[in-house]
C-alpha cells in the first residue's frame, strides 16, 4: 500500500499544481500573432530559461480567421489581427497563466508594454466579446441608412 500511495499523491500533487495560475507577471517575446485572441510568444520563465507556446488571451472571443462562419467574420477577424498585431509589438506581459485545454496552450491575460489591458481593449473596440456571449460577426442587420431610405416615401 505505501507503494502505491506516494506516486498516487504525487500525481495528484502535481495536477493540482497545473489547476493553480502563475500570477506573473511574465515577460514575453512576441514570436507572432495567430488571430484576435491568440498570440505565440517566448516567455521567460526563469533566468536563462523560456518556452515557447501559443497564448490564449483569457475572457475573450474575437472573430475566427481559421473557420469563419460568414465573409464578414473573416474580414472582421482581420481586423482584429491587424489590431492585435499594432498593438502588442515586440514584447507584452502574461498574467493569470493556466494550462489550457488544447494541444499545449495556455490561457492568460496579457498586458501590453505600454501597460494596455489587450482583452479589455478589443472588447472596448467591438473587436471581441466575452467569453460565452453570443457573438455578432455574421449578424446581417441593416444599417442605420437603409432603415432610413426604406422608410422613405418613393418620389
Known sequence: MRCFTLPLFSLFMATSALADPLPGPIPAEVVRVIDGDTVRVRAHIWVNQSVEVSVRLAGVDTPEISRPNCRAERA?????????????????????????????????????????????????TGQAVRDGERDPWCDERPTPSADIASSAPAP
Not at 491587424?82 to 515586440?90: C, F, K, S
Open 76 to 124: 472582421k477577424a482581420d481586423a482584429a489581427k491587424e489590431t492585435v498585431i499594432n498593438l502588442v509589438g515586440d514584447e507584452l506581459y502574461l498574467t493569470d497563466v493556466k494550462l489550457g485545454k488544447y494541444a499545449g496552450r495556455v490561457v492568460a491575460n496579457i498586458t501590453t508594454d505600454d501597460g494596455t489591458d489587450l482583452g479589455e481593449h478589443l472588447l472596448k
